[in-house]
């Protein structure tokens, strides 16, 4: 996929995921995942976010998105170069919980954030090779964030 052109189809399947994130309630989710919530681990991300609790549900709706969009990538129903010279925010949803994913699929099964996993990996390769480093400049950029957030 990555030498073909992106089609109509391509162009309207990620208008649609566009569209989803505008949803009221999923940008709610958003700004607190990006601005109040930084576990460090399990237990620290189950405090921040309890079940039952408005926060849980935020960070559910935030990573189920990103997990399914992420999925359609991943099966080729997206074209690659699109869908990440579009989109960014899945790293930034990867990079969170990426330090303590071993507790998540421990708890919660191998698969936890299987999509999301290989989409970022894929996206930190092909950012790679067209802007080398600025991976390493966004993680510091983002570890930044995380620090502050968690004040």
Known sequence: MPNEKPTHADAEL???LYDLR????LRQARDWFFNKFAPKSLEDMMQQAPPGSDENAFMRMVTSYWETACAM???GLIHEDLFFETTGEQFMVWVRLEPFLPEIRQQYGKSAFQHLERAAKRYEAWMEQRDPG???KFRAMLASRTAQTAR
């Open 14 to 16: 990620l208008l649609k």
């Open 22 to 25: 505008r949803e009221a309630r």
């Open 73 to 75: 990538l991943n099966h």
């Open 134 to 136: 600025r991976i390493q």
